[in-house]
């Protein structure tokens, strides 16, 4: 499946971001979706997955209770809400595949830069 990631900017610290990951050529409801990010000079770490049905989510510690990960299978899209952004949150974001179950995340989009000023 290919995947592209949209929906970044700048913000100011305490707002909020929609990030979008729409999906093409294969359907992503055969697949686990999630979000990643890399900040300048820090390796990428994990943000959010979401099961392929959708009822199954899961955050890292850092953004529990600030972002919510959801999914819309009929339009072929992943979301990414980010709320009450801080300035550690200051990264490239991008949208990531896998096979339903214990498989790595093998597709990936091209990211999206979100900015948050302090």
């Known amino acids: 499946v290919q995947l592209q990631a949209s929906g970044g900017g700048l913000v100011q610290a305490g707002g909020s971001l929609r990030l979008s990951c729409a999906g093409s050529?294969?359907?992503?409801?055969?697949?686990?979706m999630g979000w990643f990010r890399q900040a300048p000079g820090k390796e990428r770490e994990f943000v959010a997955a979401?099961?392929?049905?959708?009822?199954?989510?899961y955050y890292a510690e850092s953004v529990k209770g600030r972002f919510t990960i959801s999914r819309d299978n009929a339009m072929n899209t992943v979301a990414l809400q980010m709320n009450s952004l801080i300035p550690d949150d200051t990264a490239v974001y991008y949208c990531?595949?896998?096979?339903?179950?214990?498989?790595?995340?093998?597709?990936w989009g091209q990211g999206t830069l979100v900015t948050v000023s302090s």
């Open positions: 990531a595949g896998k096979a339903r179950g214990p498989y790595e995340y093998d597709s």
């Open positions: 050529g294969r359907t992503v409801s055969r697949y686990d």
């Open positions: 979401i099961s392929w049905s959708g009822s199954r989510t």
